[in-house]
């Protein structure tokens, strides 16, 4: 079971969004009062009630907690999609997603995988701004989340997924959904490659 928390400045579009999120029977809503349990993803709603910015937003959250989450913004075009995503944002969707799109968006943020609008992601890949002004983007700090790069570290170190876990204090299922969600984000199909991969494009250091 997936534990989602809402975080919306609007009491109707929080409404809305539990409503989405209740009829997956694979995810469970998270009261955002129950503290000793962290949820699993955040999906957090930037629209125009929202009296910060996303990166801002993003930033608040408590040191060491890597929760994913999933930002809804009114325009993706500028540089709003891609300030999410530089700021730790797993997943960016127009707030006008279907509410398929927001319930695999969230699976695909608990799996360690990213999920963005083809738009975005083309401008994205090709480096260039979403709005196509040509801006250069740099996505190097976007491939891998901050977890995900600890693991191909201690993975680079020599580590089994059993030695990960402790170290990092994780479960070694999890281990294993970071390894895949790395091996395919670089590409790579099997450990050895996933480091040299990583020391390569600069995201790892040995």
């Given at each position: 079971?997936?534990?989602?928390?809402?975080?919306?400045?609007?009491?109707?579009?929080r409404r809305a969004l539990e409503r989405v999120v209740a009829r997956d029977p694979g995810l469970a809503l998270h009261?955002?009062?129950?503290?000793?349990?962290?949820?699993?993803?955040?999906?957090?709603?930037?629209?125009?009630?929202?009296?910060?910015?996303?990166?801002?937003?993003?930033?608040?959250?408590?040191?060491?907690?890597?929760?994913?989450?999933?930002?809804?913004?009114?325009?993706?075009?500028?540089?709003?999609?891609?300030?999410?995503?530089?700021?730790?944002?797993?997943?960016?969707?127009?707030?006008?997603?279907?509410?398929?799109?927001?319930?695999?968006?969230?699976?695909?943020?608990?799996?360690?995988?990213?999920?963005?609008?083809?738009?975005?992601?083309?401008?994205?890949?090709?480096?260039?701004?979403?709005?196509?002004?040509?801006?250069?983007?740099?996505?190097?700090?976007?491939?891998?989340?901050?977890?995900?790069?600890?693991?191909?570290?201690?993975?680079?170190?020599?580590?089994?997924?059993?030695?990960?876990?402790v170290q990092l204090g994780i479960s070694e299922h999890t281990v294993k959904t970071h390894l895949a969600a790395i091996?395919?984000?670089?590409?790579?199909?099997?450990?050895?490659?996933?480091?040299?991969?990583?020391?390569?494009?600069?995201?790892?250091?040995?």
């Amino acid at each position: 079971m997936i534990r989602v928390l809402i975080v919306s400045p609007s009491s109707g579009t929080r409404r809305a969004l539990e409503r989405v999120v209740a009829r997956d029977p694979g995810l469970a809503l998270h009261a955002g009062s129950d503290t000793a349990v962290l949820p699993d993803v955040i999906v957090l709603d930037a629209g125009p009630e929202s009296h910060l910015p996303v990166p801002m937003l993003l930033e608040q959250r408590p040191s060491g907690n890597t929760t994913p989450f999933v930002v809804l913004l009114d325009e993706l075009d500028g540089a709003a999609g891609a300030g999410a995503l530089r700021a730790g944002a797993r997943a960016v969707l127009p707030r006008s997603a279907a509410p398929e799109e927001i319930r695999a968006a969230v699976r695909a943020a608990a799996a360690g995988l990213a999920s963005l609008p083809a738009a975005l992601a083309g401008a994205l890949l090709d480096g260039t701004s979403p709005d196509g002004a040509g801006a250069l983007v740099d996505t190097r700090d976007q491939i891998l989340t901050p977890r995900e790069r600890q693991v191909l570290t201690l993975l680079g170190e020599g580590l089994l997924n059993k030695e990960i876990a402790v170290q990092l204090g994780i479960s070694e299922h999890t281990v294993k959904t970071h390894l895949a969600a790395i091996y395919e984000k670089l590409d790579a199909s099997n450990r050895a490659e996933a480091v040299a991969r990583g020391l390569r494009r600069g995201l790892i250091m040995l």
